[in-house]
């Protein structure tokens, strides 16, 4: 009896399944043909509308989006039928999954909240996730809004949900926001006692590529720390690579290493990567340690498990490349190809830069001829700017312009704002200004905009030359309104504060109080080690036989985690008058124009004052903005006032670059102290520092006027082997130095290599053999005297 009741409900139960299905068929086809629903009004009639029977409809693959949304509808409309939060939620995954039908999701929450139904957290996470994915990052904000207040679901939402709101408002730049919600979630962690992974490792990541691009230092370090302050680390590989990256490009050398020490004492998963040591490589060349990146390298070939990519060469070739280091560059760029690396334009983009820095136009155009011809690099804009700029700066002007009208004849596409804004500054400095005035009106009516660059140039040419009324015209021919306006606002304020008259009580106190006076540069030096008391470099601490673990897969990179500075001031970027950061750096660099106009003809009391009511004003000064003025005291003797501009430097811990320490050794070398100048260029090659051409010619010059010309000598046979060619105010240099110690036939080997390495004379050449061939005449005259009182005695 049993089993023939169980058969009987086994057959009723069959009969029930393919009852229904024969029914979600009929409707299926009923919903295909033309009509749609209306095809449902008749057959429909007898059947009872059940949620197992609109979830069979909806789950069809047969059926469109559209389709499952009119029947879904049709289905709202029936006078017995009620939709639950499953049939919601079933729909919502067919809309999620087509973005044409995106718009319907805030009809159908709409819907769902007059039924009076609530939806889990995972499909309000696919409605986000839907919404980012298609870029609609509004709507997905709408979504959090109607979660948190419409439904007053707070506390019913986890927190895993707001990762995606997060990487949201990160990607449509609403980072004010997405910092304040996760703060928030920060402060309910703790408050309810929540475990530390309130937010996955992608989204925090994200948040902090955010606030590193939109240079939020600030911020970037409140979540950094708020992070660490929970507990434990909740970043993945990506996440320590991210932070050592980061710290190691704002001159944070010993967060960057404690990260990475960190990452191999946890093992596992967050092991170094070849990104680990990419980031580091370029943090330590961006820091000036040229040298412990060249170690690293071979230790990342050696040891690591790992083998240098395209990238670890780029950005080794690039350090080495802006060190004056191009040997060492040729030599990496060698290996590169060795193994099988291509070079791409923005490698050969930075030797071709550095091969010009360093005077070795030979060699630079033969790299790129090559480049072009033979490795099919593409030359792009940048390149021919690259080698327009060489070719000015390395006394070739008339083949740098001759290449500029080529290009421009050729197409818009090989030249660009920055080519005219070379070209331009090249004219300035020659005194054309005229033809200057006529590139600009060129360079506007081509569509480039006139930059910030361009102008602060022009503006200074202009003034220097009294040529007032020149100024308008410029203006005329700027296609950014907002910088006409800004200039001539800061042009107009800037001369009424100047005029204003100035308090008496100043008149009085130095600007630059310094404690000693500038011979103390040593000490000063001395003390920078491990402290944040100066702008010059921390130096670097021997390496002892006990730091040195000879297991570890990077003995070097742990001896520096260990003995790092806590800060590092030296820049291996030179200032620049514009850095063009936008808004932000208008008044600093109007100001570090303005001064440079003010110094150039003389005026250091009106470029202090100038100086004075801008930092009054909350400017802050940068490394370009002190070299100019301490420059400026040098060239004039007040030394004491030059040793108060460094301390002051120092004081707002303003990184100093390789510029500062010209200034450093020019200064030194004006007072005698050549002894004091050669000490300060072996501190600067330890901590990790390099010598340009400019350095090296500041400092011969101050050893030859000093007496010590083997010295030297021997600087510039160094200069020769370490990649650099002599220039020719090398040359020149060299020619009086000698000329003046008596040491002719010196004066004209010099002379012979300078003719000899093609370094064209100027100039100053002319009047250092003027100088040269008084000295040879004297010469002459005395031996001619002694032979006579030799005569006249026999």
């Known amino acids: ?291 412990d990146a060249l170690v690293v390298l071979e230790e990342l070939k050696s040891s690591s498990g790992h083998e240098p990519d395209l990238f670890t060469y780029r950005i080794l070739i690039q350090g080495c490349s802006k060190a004056y280091r191009i040997d060492d560059a040729l030599k990496i760029f060698a290996e590169m190809q060795y193994n099988g690396f291509r070079p791409d334009t923005v490698l050969c983009n930075s030797l071709l830069d550095g091969l010009l820095k360093a005077r070795k136009l030979t060699e630079a155009c033969n790299l790129f001829e090559k480049m072009v011809d033979e490795d099919g690099v593409r030359a792009s804009c940048w390149t021919y700017n690259i080698l327009i700029d060489g070719l000015f700066r390395n006394g070739r002007a008339a083949a740098a312009y001759s290449l500029f009208l080529d290009l421009k004849k050729k197409s818009n596409n090989f030249v660009d704002g920055i080519t005219f804004s070379i070209v331009t500054l090249h004219l300035c400095r020659e005194g054309q200004v005229e033809e200057a005035v006529q590139l600009v009106e060129e360079m506007e009516a081509r569509g480039f905009v006139v930059d910030l660059v361009t102008v602060t140039s022009l503006l200074i040419t202009l003034y220097r030359h009294g040529m007032w009324d020149s100024t308008e015209r410029l203006m005329k021919h700027i296609r950014d309104g907002n910088l006409v306006s800004n200039v001539l606002k800061w042009k107009a304020t800037m001369e009424a504060s100047i005029k204003d008259p100035q308090s008496k009580k100043k008149d009085f106190a130095p600007m630059f109080p310094s404690t000693g006076n500038f011979t103390d540069i040593l000490s000063m030096l001395s003390s920078a080690n491990g402290k944040t008391d100066s702008g010059l470099a921390t130096g670097n601490v021997e390496p002892q036989a006990d730091d040195i673990d000879e297991w570890s897969s990077s003995p070097h990179m742990d001896l520096l985690a260990n003995q790092v500075s806590p800060t590092s001031l030296f820049s291996l970027s030179r200032g620049r008058r514009v850095e063009v950061k936008g808004a932000d750096s208008f008044d600093i660099d109007m100001v570090n124009t303005y001064l440079s106009i003010f110094l150039s003809k003389g005026k250091l009391s009106l470029a202090c004052k100038l100086f004075e009511i801008f930092t009054n004003m909350g400017v802050d000064p940068v490394s370009y903005t002190y070299n100019s003025i301490m420059s400026s005291f040098v060239k004039k003797g007040y030394f004491n006032e030059a040793w108060g501009v460094l301390q002051g430097m120092g004081e707002m811990l303003c990184p100093a670059d390789i510029a500062t320490y010209n200034v450093i050794i020019q200064g030194l070398g004006n007072m005698g102290r050549a002894d004091l100048a050669s000490a300060v260029l072996d501190k600067l090659m330890k901590q990790g520092g390099y010598l340009d051409i400019v350095m090296y010619n500041t400092l011969i010059n101050a050893l030859g006027k000093a007496g010590r010309i083997e010295e030297a000598i021997k600087l510039f046979h160094q200069m020769q082997t370490s990649g650099i060619n002599p220039d020719v105010v090398t040359y020149n240099t060299l020619i009086e130095v000698h000329s003046k110690a008596g040491q002719l036939k010196d004066a004209y080997k010099f002379l012979k290599m300078m003719l000899d390495a093609g370094c064209a004379p100027n100039h100053v050449t002319d009047t250092t053999l003027d100088f040269l061939e008084k000295e040879i005449e004297k010469l002459r005259y005395q031996k001619a005297s002694m032979k006579r009182t030799t005569d006249d005695f026999s």
């Open 1 to 291: 009896m049993t089993t023939s009741v169980t058969a009987t409900l086994t057959i009723k139960t069959l009969a029930s399944k393919v009852g229904n299905l024969i029914v979600v068929a009929s409707i299926a086809k009923a919903l295909s043909e033309p009509g749609g629903t209306r095809n449902l009004e008749k057959n429909m009639e007898s059947v009872s509308l059940s949620e197992d029977l609109v979830l069979h409809v909806l789950r069809r693959n047969s059926l469109e989006a559209s389709q499952k949304l009119d029947f879904f509808h049709w289905c709202s409309l029936r006078p017995n039928y009620k939709h639950s939060v499953g049939t919601y939620s079933l729909l919502f995954q067919t809309v999620c999954r087509c973005p044409q039908y995106h718009d319907e999701i805030f009809n159908l929450l709409t819907s769902l909240n007059r039924d009076g139904l609530i939806l889990d957290s995972a499909t309000f996470k696919l409605i986000l996730d839907a919404f980012i994915r298609s870029g609609k990052f509004d709507s997905a904000l709408e979504i959090l809004d109607y979660a948190e207040k419409d439904l007053c679901t707070t506390t019913f939402l986890s927190p895993e949900l707001y990762s995606s709101v997060l990487i949201a408002l990160v990607h449509k730049n609403q980072l004010g926001i997405a910092l304040s919600i996760f703060l928030k979630l920060l402060e309910n962690s703790s408050t309810i006692g929540h475990s530390c992974g309130i937010l996955d490792a992608i989204s925090c990541n994200q948040l902090l590529v955010g606030l590193r691009k939109a240079d939020m230092r600030d911020q970037f370090k409140q979540v950094f720390h708020k992070l660490r302050e929970i507990g434990s680390f909740p970043f993945d590989r990506w996440g320590y690579n991210i932070c050592i990256h980061v710290f190691g490009c704002w001159d944070d050398l010993a967060t960057s290493l404690s990260l990475f020490k960190e990452m191999k004492e946890r093992s596992g998963s967050f092991y170094p990567d070849l990104c680990t040591y990419n980031s580091l490589i370029h943090v330590l060349c961006l820091v000036g340690k040229v040298n």
